[in-house]
Nanobody, 124 residues
Framework: QVQLVESGGGLVQAGGSLRLSCAAS????????MAWFRQAPGKEREFVAG????????DYEESVEGRFTISRDNFRATVYLKMFGLKLEDTAVYFC?????????????????WGQGTQVTVSS
């Protein structure tokens, strides 16, 4: 069973930066497609970024492209989300997700494995 544990959330001023981490266990990490989603209060969970395991293909949601960077360290079995130029609308709980297929999907239903989430709050 894949287990995912996020960390790195917190309170940051608009324009600031944060780095989220997600440590994985229970599966060969190098064969996991990893993704980040977020859920703001009263809204549905939405795709942020994802990285395919077989070739490193990356997809970003349009509102974060150029500000967020997803990366992975297969040795540490960890995926990261570096966030720059944070905006008030980036405030949400951020979730790490994983699947074993070589495909980055923007739908939550494509990912059977989820972390517990980490809160990111951007203040003005």
């Amino acid at each position: 069973q894949v287990q995912l544990v996020e960390s790195g959330g917190g309170l940051v001023q608009a324009g600031g930066s944060l780095r989220l981490s997600c440590a994985a266990s229970g599966h060969t990490f190098s064969r996991l497609t990893m993704a980040w989603f977020r859920q703001a209060p009263g809204k549905e969970r939405e795709f942020v970024a994802g990285m395919r395991w077989n070739d490193g293909y990356i997809d970003y949601e349009e509102s974060v492209e150029g500000r967020f960077t997803i990366s992975r360290d297969n040795f540490r079995a960890t995926v990261y989300l570096k966030m720059f130029g944070l905006k008030l609308e980036d405030t949400a709980v951020y979730f790490c997700a994983a699947n074993t297929v070589p495909s980055v999907d923007r739908e939550t239903t494509a990912y059977p494995h989820w972390g517990q989430g980490t809160q990111v709050t951007v203040s003005s």
